[in-house]
C-alpha cells in the first residue's frame, strides 16, 4: 500500500493507492497515514498531500475546519456543487466531436466527466494540502468522478511527513493577461524553471507554490486539465452564470412537464432548493430569504428561474471558493539523486479572472520550500 524513505531526522514519504466506492466518494485517510510505514507519520507535526488527479482532492484545512471537518459538513457542501453542476448537462467539455486533440478511438473511451472538473474547481479542491497532522483529526480525500462508465477508478495519493520547511528561493512573477474579462491561463510553462532548481539545491523533499500577491482581485488559482472547451467555454460560461447548467436541466423539464412524473417534480424542486440555499449561503449571502421564496413557489419554475437570475451574481462568481494558491510536491524516487515534481496526468496550474485588471498582469509570488 505504501513505500517510504525515513529517518530520525528527514522526512517520511508515503504512497497511498485507493479505489473508489461510487462515483462521489469521499475517503479518511488521517488513519491509513497513521499506520503507514510502522507508524512512522505520528512522529511528525505535519503532512503535505498531493493528488495525482484533476478530480479528485482535498479541501485546504481552514476551510475543512470551518465545516466542521465532518464527512456530514463537507459531504453537504461536496453534493450542493453536484447539484450546481448535474450530471449529463451540454457541457461543450463533453462534447467529443468538437475534441479535435483526441483520437477516433479515444473519444469512445473519454469520461463524460466536466461536471466533476467544475465542480473541483468551483469547491476550491485543492490537488495538494498541507496540515498540521493528528491521526485523530480527518482529512478527506474527496473524489468527485470514482466511477465511470461502471468501472470503478484507481486513485493515487502521496503524502509526506515533515516539521518544519525551508524556503530555498523566492520570484515575483508577472502573468501576461489576455484582453477578455473572463479567462483562464496556463502556468505550466513556469513549473520547469523550478524543477531545474530544486535539482541544483539538492532538494529530496519540498514544495512548490504559486500565490497571487494579496492586492489581485477578482482571480484565483486552481490546478486542473487545461483543456481548450474546459477552459475556454465552460468555466467561461459559469463565471458568465453561476447557476447556468442547473437551469438547464430545470428548463427542459419545465417545458417537458410529461418527462417526469409528479413526485418527480417534487423531488426536482427540492433539489433545486438545496442547491440555492447552499450555494448561496457560501456566498455570504442571506439563506432566508431564499429559502422563503422557495418553499412559497413550489411549482412556479419559471419564476423560480428569474428569481435565481436576479440573486445570483455573475459577474462576481462570489459563490465560487476558487483559491488564491498552487502546490506541487517535489519528492525523490528510488534512484534518483535530488526530487522531481510530482504532477498527475493532466494536471496544469490555471489562473482564472473574472474581471480584467488595471494592468495587462497579474503578479504571483512562486517558491521552492525544502521539507525538514
Known amino acids: 500500500m505504501s513505500d517510504s524513505s525515513n529517518s530520525n531526522h528527514s522526512p517520511t514519504v508515503t504512497t497511498l493507492?485507493?479505489?473508489?466506492?461510487?462515483?462521489?466518494?469521499?475517503q479518511n485517510i488521517s488513519e491509513m497515514l497513521a499506520k503507514?510505514?510502522?507508524?512512522?507519520?505520528?512522529?511528525?507535526?505535519?503532512?503535505?498531500i498531493a493528488s495525482m488527479h484533476t478530480t479528485a482532492g482535498f479541501l485546504e484545512q481552514p476551510f475543512a475546519t470551518k465545516l466542521g471537518n465532518s464527512a456530514e459538513g463537507i459531504g453537504h457542501l461536496v453534493r450542493s456543487a453536484h447539484r450546481l453542476f448535474p450530471e449529463g448537462a451540454p457541457y461543450w467539455h463533453d462534447q467529443m466531436e468538437l475534441r479535435d486533440e483526441l483520437s477516433e478511438e479515444q473519444r469512445k473511451v473519454e469520461p463524460l466527466n466536466a461536471d466533476s472538473h467544475l465542480a473541483f474547481i468551483c469547491l476550491g479542491l485543492c490537488n495538494s494540502v498541507q496540515y498540521t497532522f493528528d491521526p485523530k483529526n480527518p482529512i478527506y480525500f474527496i473524489d468527485l468522478d470514482g466511477e465511470s462508465r461502471g468501472t470503478f477508478r484507481s486513485r493515487k495519493v502521496l503524502a509526506i511527513g515533515y516539521n518544519?520547511?525551508?524556503?530555498?528561493?523566492?520570484?515575483?512573477?508577472?502573468?501576461?493577461?489576455?484582453?477578455?474579462?473572463?479567462?483562464a491561463v496556463d502556468l505550466s510553462k513556469n513549473i520547469s524553471d523550478f524543477q531545474a532548481l530544486a535539482a541544483e539545491h539538492k532538494i529530496r523533499q519540498g514544495l512548490i507554490t504559486f500565490e497571487l500577491e494579496p492586492d489581485e482581485n477578482?482571480?484565483?488559482?486552481?490546478?486542473?486539465?487545461?483543456?481548450?472547451?474546459?477552459?475556454?467555454?465552460?468555466?467561461?460560461?459559469?463565471?458568465l452564470n453561476p447557476l447556468k447548467y442547473i437551469k438547464n436541466n430545470v428548463s427542459e423539464f419545465a417545458r417537458k412537464p410529461l418527462m417526469i412524473p409528479?413526485?418527480?417534480?417534487?423531488?426536482?424542486?427540492?433539489?433545486?432548493?438545496?442547491?440555492?440555499?447552499?450555494?448561496?449561503?457560501?456566498?455570504?449571502?442571506?439563506?432566508s430569504a431564499v429559502e422563503y421564496i422557495a418553499e412559497r413557489l413550489h411549482m412556479r419554475l419559471p419564476l423560480l428561474e428569474y428569481v435565481i437570475d436576479r440573486i445570483a451574481n455573475p459577474i462576481e462568481a462570489r459563490w465560487m471558493n476558487l483559491g488564491s494558491k498552487a502546490r506541487f510536491l517535489i519528492n525523490t524516487e528510488d534512484g534518483e539523486t535530488s526530487g522531481s515534481v510530482k504532477i498527475g496526468t493532466y494536471q496544469s496550474p490555471i489562473l482564472i479572472q473574472w474581471r480584467r485588471p488595471d494592468s495587462d498582469v497579474r503578479r504571483l509570488r512562486a517558491r521552492l520550500l525544502r521539507l525538514i
Open 17 to 26: 493507492n485507493l479505489s473508489a466506492r461510487s462515483r462521489l466518494d469521499m
Open 36 to 48: 503507514a510505514d510502522n507508524g512512522s507519520f505520528t512522529s511528525f507535526d505535519k503532512v503535505a
Open 164 to 183: 518544519d520547511t525551508e524556503c530555498i528561493y523566492e520570484q515575483s512573477l508577472s502573468v501576461d493577461m489576455p484582453e477578455q474579462e473572463r479567462c
Open 218 to 239: 477578482h482571480a484565483g488559482i486552481t490546478v486542473n486539465e487545461f483543456e481548450t472547451l474546459l477552459v475556454e467555454r465552460d468555466i467561461t460560461d459559469v463565471l
Open 262 to 287: 409528479r413526485k418527480a417534480k417534487k423531488i426536482l424542486m427540492y433539489e433545486l432548493h438545496l442547491a440555492i440555499r447552499d450555494g448561496l449561503k457560501w456566498a455570504g449571502r442571506s439563506v
